[in-house]
């Protein structure tokens, strides 16, 4: 069981757990000199000998069949066009049907700087980054409208791409293609405001290409330690970490919310302050929604089985967002005690463990969700952090009690808490995430009874749906999250196919069976 409440009074700071900092996805250049003038020199286009337009029209792209910006030579249909310059052309028409058909953005403005008026592609090397988009003009507006053109990696064929192939650059293209519309009618404002751009930008990726969730593997960072990633800081390479905030405005909005908030950057706003006037229009305000996500946030993986509310759609697809804690994040009497400072707008969660009186009893977790909620300094990008404390204990202080729990929190910030209860939650019986998406998901958990003796290992036998074995291994227990459970890497299991299967967990006489989807 898990309770969630809100309330006014927190929390904890500490060791962090490690997260892998990807180099930005995109590179959308608008960068003003140190004397806050001009933008820098136009970029000069690549110089490329092939092209093939879209079906449409609307596109041409641009690309080689040798040197560092090769592409792949496969021609399957045998028409002369290599078969990933042809997908590179379906994805932009498809974008442009979904973003500008569909959605109503207006359409790219003319280039007039390419062999024709069309918005030229070129598919070069671009590793690290996925693509760019790049004016065609210099100018000293806060507010850049201009024509551009678009680089798309040659190949996705780097190991360091989440998503390779052409469905990296089926996302990249639909990222991309609202980076052209941006400049072309609201206006590019200069960097250090442009993280809505790329978590609008990004977010659209999961519209245009709901099967290809490139924005996971950038959830997985953000959800390994957010205080990397504040919201409320306006640097635009942590702006594709928080296009889950875009994905559950659009839930509860559509994506009129964010037809309105161009609107307002179009008129001259600044991109925070434009998101939160199209909330205002609608009775909200960025810091209710912010303090709205936080659930979403914690209901993931597992999680997302234990309450029927406040997901993602794929909330068991997303992984665990994990806690800003230190070694000692376990009540001893007389208290718990911990302060900090928080940058504005973010997201952190503690966990407290809290004992039992009993013996051999799994503990109690008591999680929060908290923020810095300074608009101000988010608006201004002064980035001022806010103190705050957390104080658990035992007494007779009128203080809220923590649920039916002999504990009472004090704490200066507005949170939204989480209780889990230990032998609850260690009774989980389905494995996560569920179906497993081999492109997306690194492992496959098993959750083990209380029968399963945690000094021994276990086979797990995946069985056919004819009852044909197909796999073994003999896995060591691990706990995650006071879980006691069984761990299945992607390597492990990359050689079956697709499809529905039986694993089989044994320990002498001790069984478990579970269903298994694989994609």
């Given at each position: 069981m898990i309770l969630i409440v809100r309330s006014i009074i927190v929390l904890i700071s500490v060791l962090v757990v490690n997260a892998q900092i990807r180099p930005p996805k995109c590179a959308v250049t608008h960068e003003k000199n140190k004397n806050a003038t001009t933008i820098s020199s136009v970029k000069p286009r690549p110089n490329l000998p092939f092209s093939q337009k879209t079906s449409s029209g609307f596109a041409t792209v641009h690309y080689t069949l040798s040197g560092l910006n090769a592409v792949p030579i496969e021609d399957t249909n045998n028409?002369?066009?290599?078969?990933?310059?042809?997908?590179?052309?379906?994805?932009?028409?498809?974008?442009?049907?979904?973003?500008?058909?569909?959605?109503?953005?207006?359409?790219?403005?003319?280039?007039?700087?390419?062999?024709?008026?069309?918005?030229?592609?070129?598919?070069?090397?671009?590793?690290?980054?996925?693509?760019?988009?790049?004016?065609?003009?210099?100018?000293?507006?806060?507010?850049?409208?201009?024509?551009?053109?678009?680089?798309?990696?040659?190949?996705?064929?780097?190991?360091?791409?989440?998503?390779?192939?052409?469905?990296?650059?089926k996302v990249t293209v639909a990222h991309e293609l609202h980076h052209v519309i941006q400049y072309a009618h609201y206006g590019l404002t200069p960097n250090n405001t442009r993280k809505i751009y790329e978590m609008y930008s990004t977010y659209l990726e999961s519209i245009v290409y709901p099967d290809i969730p490139d924005y996971i593997s950038y959830v997985t960072d953000l959800f390994s330690n957010t205080t990397l990633f504040p919201f409320g800081d306006g640097n635009p390479n942590s702006g594709y970490h928080w296009s889950i905030f875009a994905i559950m405005l659009s839930e509860k909005y559509s994506d009129s919310l964010f037809k309105d908030m161009w609107e307002f950057i179009k008129n001259g706003s600044f991109p925070y302050q434009a998101l939160d006037s199209a909330l205002i229009k609608r009775n909200s305000s960025i810091s209710q929604e912010f303090t709205a996500l936080f659930p979403y946030c914690f209901y993931t993986n597992y999680r997302a089985s234990l309450t029927q509310n406040t997901k993602f759609n794929n909330a068991n697809a997303l992984p665990l967002l994990q806690p800003f804690s230190s070694a000692d994040s376990i009540y001893t009497d007389p208290s718990y005690s911990h302060s900090g400072r928080l940058k504005p707008f973010e997201l952190r969660m503690f966990t407290v463990q809290l004992p039992k009186d009993g013996k051999n009893q799994p503990p109690d977790t008591f999680s929060f969700i908290s923020s810095n909620f300074d608009v101000e300094s988010m608006y201004s990008g002064t980035n001022t952090q806010q103190e705050y404390f957390i104080n658990i204990f035992k007494g007779q202080f009128f203080v809220p009690t923590i649920e039916n729990l002999p504990y009472k929190l004090m704490t200066n910030l507005t949170y939204e808490y989480f209780l889990?209860?230990?032998?609850?939650?260690?009774?989980?019986?389905?494995?996560?995430?569920?179906?497993?998406?081999?492109?997306?998901?690194?492992?496959?958990?098993?959750?083990?009874?209380?029968?399963?003796?945690?000094?021994?290992?276990?086979?797990?036998?995946?069985?056919?749906?004819?009852?044909?074995?197909?796999?073994g291994f003999t896995k060591l227990i691990v706990f995650q999250n006071t879980i006691s459970q069984i761990q299945i890497l992607t390597q492990e299991i990359e050689q079956l196919s697709p499809g529905l299967y039986i694993a089989v967990l044994q320990q002498d006489d001790k069984q478990q069976q579970f269903k298994v989807v694989l994609r």
């Open positions: 028409n002369q066009i290599p078969d990933y310059v042809e997908a590179v052309c379906e994805a932009l028409d498809y974008s442009y049907k979904i973003i500008v058909d569909s959605l109503g953005y207006p359409a790219p403005i003319a280039d007039n700087l390419g062999p024709d008026a069309s918005l030229d592609v070129y598919l070069v090397e671009t590793f690290p980054l996925y693509g760019a988009t790049y004016p065609d003009v210099i100018t000293s507006s806060t507010h850049l409208i201009a024509p551009t053109y678009l680089e798309i990696d040659n190949d996705f064929a780097n190991s360091g791409y989440y998503t390779k192939g052409i469905d990296g650059a889990r209860y230990g032998s609850e939650v260690k009774n989980i019986q389905f494995v996560y995430p569920l179906p497993f998406i081999r492109k997306q998901h690194t492992q496959l958990c098993f959750p083990l009874s209380n029968d399963f003796s945690q000094q021994n290992s276990v086979e797990v036998t995946f069985l056919s749906v004819d009852g044909i074995k197909v796999a």
